[in-house]
């Protein structure tokens, strides 16, 4: 990668703090200790137990840490805290010594895409141990100069701020949209038939004739009315669970085991053709009696989650299973079709909204 910029070392602006905590502040839970840096948002999670099976570091305020182990991942945060915390030898802290970076600039840049490029340059051969400050300060990045990287934290949290804004408006929409269709679903269930599942949407399995050396792809039900997922593809040949069998289009998908906690969807047009295991159940919907879009909106309202989970039997939640018989007796609310159709308009006018 080419730049117009200074490469530095980063032990040119930064220095590692080889101090430790005080004991007695850990132990008290006066000074936190770093339970986990996450991933995704580099947010600090602390504990105030005060125990550690290793040696501790300290870090203080505007401190620049990373975890050794997952700095690759972004495992990367400056302590914004006005007090000091502490960290297992797995992390390490430092502090800069020049006026030439701005801490701010540099946790973007060390979360980057890019940064990987450089940490890829200064191990070559891969990183397969931890990562300690003598190697960290060894590698060489592209540094602008100080203004310049104001001007990109400034925009960056400029964006960030926006990205918030727009993500606490898409979650009040959400909230108008589900508050809409559910009032309008109460409307189209007033007076409403209840009909057993069995004349509503039937169980149905199309059994696979295992191919050792084909290759297919499997799908599942999220919990909670998320929709169908992608589960890994297998060969024939690895096949350890009872046969598989056809998804269809259309078809209405329950999991066996999760049920109870709402895994059920209406398997859409690109998933025709792949298969499911002996953990579903298929069913049928009878498009005389139903519209498929009505029949999955019921099972995601908490009438229909809870419906599921009187029909599963077990003791524990991970333990229930969907009693097929049980399902069969469950009670639908059949509104007219044409009922249904204005309802299942709104769901697609809502949905086309959201993309």
């Known amino acids: 990668m080419k730049h117009k910029w200074e490469e530095i070392c980063l032990g040119d602006i930064l220095i590692n703090r080889s101090e430790t905590p005080d004991d007695l502040k850990v132990t008290s839970g006066e000074i936190p200790i770093i339970s986990k ?114 001007r990109i934290v400034a925009k960056i949290e400029s964006i960030r701020q926006r990205i918030e804004e727009i993500r606490q408006l898409r979650k009040e929409q959400e909230h108008e949209w589900a508050t809409l269709l559910f009032s309008r679903y109460t409307e189209a269930i007033a007076g409403a038939e209840w009909i057993p599942m069995r004349e509503v949407a039937p169980m149905h399995r199309r059994p696979v004739e295992v191919q050792l050396d084909k290759t297919y792809n499997e799908v599942g039900a999220r919990s909670f009315g998320r929709g169908v997922f992608e589960k890994p593809a297998f060969k024939g040949s690895d096949l350890t669970w009872q046969k598989p069998y056809w998804i269809k289009a259309g078809d209405f998908l329950l999991s066996n085991v999760k ?17 499911g295991s002996h ?58 079709l044409p009922i249904q159709q204005e309802f299942v308009s709104l769901i697609h006018k809502v949905n086309t909204i959201r993309e």
């Open 37 to 150: 840096i996450g991933f995704k948002e580099a947010k600090i999670e602390l504990r105030k137990d005060g125990v550690s099976n290793t040696k501790l570091i300290k870090i203080c305020p505007n401190d620049f840490i990373i975890s050794g182990i997952n700095v690759e991942k972004g495992a990367i945060a400056i302590n914004k805290n006005e007090f000091d915390i502490a960290a297992t030898i797995h992390y390490s802290t430092y502090f800069h010594k020049s006026n030439k970076v701005d801490l701010d600039y540099l946790w973007y840049f060390c979360r980057s895409k890019e940064f990987k490029y450089y940490l890829k340059q200064s191990f070559p051969t891969g990183i397969k141990t931890e990562i300690k400050p003598k190697n960290f300060l060894k590698i060489e990045i592209p540094l602008p100069p100080l203004e310049e990287q104001q």
């Open 259 to 275: 049920a109870w906690e709402g895994a059920v969807s209406l398997v859409p047009p690109e998933y025709d053709g792949w298969v």
């Open 279 to 336: 953990r579903y159940i298929t069913c049928l919907p009878n498009q005389e009696l139903i519209n498929p879009l009505f029949l999955d909106y019921y099972f995601k309202t908490q009438e229909g989650v809870e419906s599921l989970s009187l029909a599963s039997a077990g003791t524990a939640d991970r333990n229930r299973t969907l009693n097929t018989k049980m399902l069969a007796k469950i009670k639908v609310p059949v509104p007219t």
